[in-house]
């Protein structure tokens, strides 16, 4: 065999080995499911989920590889042949494909019972690693107005749109919708009408802007470092989905809130109500309550390194909040940080009897050295190699 052979016979294989069920493929979100949805919980959600993953790492991964091309965007038609103006968006009969398998999963559906927003939050994780697929965004705006029909819409909403809104069959479906250019009836605006108010909870709103700002920032640094990987193979839009997840990134940035955005929102929200105590103090709860002795030392340095950023935070918060807001970022990224470490360590503790999940701990603590810890630098911690080995599993 010649080497060109050869290489396209390792290209090949790499192919092969491809899962070919996102769900089953992903060990981690079957343990992080173990904790959130229980035993008996997960055990009935364990068909969906596995039918959600194959349908994202099958037909609808190879659809969203077709859709992809210019050719099979969708296009605007402002008029119909006979000159009425319509502004109808005529999408590629694989966009509809996708759509049914999304809907039919019951990623909406599950939102009309209490207590499935992680069954919800899974099946949208799943069909997120093709990118938005492009069903996500309707997706996402359908199930932010079924909670808010559910918490704050009349009687007559709730029976009137909610069955619709929940239907898991597509043909069927209502969504909710953000469009701004074209000439529609949105059901958000339904929603604007029935003055639903903002949320209040400290903690939920201060980790869900912190989530979106933390999760932007590092899906442009995992995606740009697999196309690096990948090599010039990287940059091929048929070779893989990491072309369009990389133009996804800064689309999705925009989406959850430009970064001085949330940070703004943070910033105003520490002074006016000191709402970042509430996410510290739950970091703060999940170290200590990380009790094994082999965690003791990335957890107490942590928990260090929290009250570092609280007084910090305090201080900052005290001074002019012009001034403050050079500073802001810098600041609620180590409690980002922080917080990940918190979480990375209860996932290890829930999972400490099985060595295979000895790598969350260490993922902790190169979370915490790198992103922490003022002035770590690699080359000087002789540490390090065998740190990075124990991330790998080695």
Known sequence: MNRHDHGRSLLLQWE???????????????????????????ARAEAVLSQAGADAAGPINRAAFELDRPERLPRLERWNRVGDRTEEVVFDPAYHEIG????????????????????????????????????????????????????????????????????????????GAQFLTEVVASLEDRLARAGTPPESDPLFRTAVNLNKYVCSVDAGLVVHHAMEILGGNGTIEDFSPLPRLYRDVPVQETWEGPHNTLMAQMLRDAARAKMHDALLGYAQDVLLGAGPAAFSKTRDRALAALEETRGRLAGLLRGDLADAALHIRVLMTRVARITQVALLL????????DPGWAWLEAAAELILNRWVVPGWEPMDDPGYPALVGRVLGE
């Open 16 to 42: 092969t080995t491809k899962p070919a069920n996102f769900y089953a493929d992903d060990a981690y979100l079957r343990l992080a499911l173990r904790r959130r949805l229980e035993p008996d919980g997960l």
């Open 100 to 175: 049914r398998l999304v809907w039919r999963s019951g990623i909406l559906s599950v939102l009309g019972e209490p207590g499935h927003v992680t069954l919800h939050a899974a099946l949208f994780y799943l069909f997120g690693l093709n990118g938005e697929v492009p069903h996500l965004c309707p997706v996402s705006c359908t199930a932010g107005l079924i909670k808010a029909i559910q918490r704050s819409g009349s009687d007559w909403m709730r029976q009137t749109w909610l069955p619709r809104l929940l239907d898991p069959d597509y043909a069927r479906r209502w969504h």
């Open 346 to 353: 209860e996932d290890a503790q829930y999972a400490a009897d």
